[in-house]
């Protein structure tokens, strides 16, 4: 078993819905968490960090469930700009990072 | 610009030669990653260095593999006698080293072995 697993997708969604998808992690002890995004051919970047009271900054809403061990990403009114792959990165409990593979979201017009 | 810049962008090359890439962090991070990332894949973590000390290297990074970062500024990471199994993407990164890791990546070296 992986020790961070995402649902590669990909999600298809209309325009202006909204889209969920989890990220589950095995390390209990893990501390961080972050959600980045990654378009096709390009680097990773930062989208939000997870904190344990979940978090929101705009359209985004990132949760924790550290009794399931899962971590969240909600994106409202979703946008044609937002098709892209969503990594989900864990720092655990040795200080390492660890990554998932990623979900393609697709966003139709 | 001040963030993360690797060179080149792009590297196409015949199975066996030597390659090396640049990576030039944000300045005040004292940390700094190398990573390869493969398509559908998320990135894979080769190495690190806080400041000049490399502290951690991956199980992937075969003997072929050398990375440095002298004076704990730029940092370049070679390959030798390269296999087209090397063909990925190396993303160089860079954090200020808090408990948070915040990382801010470079546009990465896209590696091609013929």
């Known amino acids: 078993r992986k020790e961070v697993e995402q649902d590669p997708g990909p999600f298809n969604v209309p325009e202006g819905a909204t889209v969920a998808f989890n990220c589950t992690y095995s390390?209990?002890?893990?501390?961080?968490f972050f959600w980045y995004r990654q378009d096709c051919r390009k680097e990773p970047k930062l989208l939000m960090s997870?904190?344990?009271?979940?978090n929101e900054d705009g359209r985004f809403t990132a949760q924790l469930n550290r009794a399931s061990q899962y971590i969240s990403l909600l994106i409202r009114d979703s946008k044609l700009s937002d098709s892209a792959t969503y990594l989900c990165?864990?720092?655990?409990?040795?200080?390492?990072?660890?990554w998932g593979a990623g979900t393609k979201l697709i966003i139709k017009p | 610009d001040t963030g993360v810049s690797q060179d080149p962008r792009h590297k196409i090359t015949k199975r066996g030669q030597n390659v090396t890439f640049r990576c030039d962090p944000i300045?005040?991070?004292?940390?700094l990653y190398w990573y390869r990332q493969t398509l559908g894949q998320g990135p894979e973590f080769l190495t690190y260095?806080?400041?000049?000390?490399?502290?951690?290297k991956s199980r992937l990074l075969s003997d072929r593999f050398s990375a440095e970062r002298p004076k704990g500024s730029f940092s370049t990471l070679e390959i030798q006698r390269t296999e087209q199994g090397d063909s990925a993407m190396y993303l160089c990164?860079?954090?200020?080293?808090?408990?948070?890791?915040?990382?801010?990546f470079g546009s990465g070296t896209q590696l091609s072995v013929l």
């Open positions: 990164a860079s954090s200020s080293g808090t408990a948070n890791e915040k990382l801010f």
């Open positions: 300045s005040e991070h004292n940390r």
């Open positions: 260095f806080q400041n000049e000390a490399q502290l951690e």
């Open positions: 390390n209990s002890a893990s501390q961080s």
């Open positions: 997870v904190y344990s009271s979940g």
């Open positions: 990165v864990v720092l655990n409990s040795n200080y390492q990072l660890i």
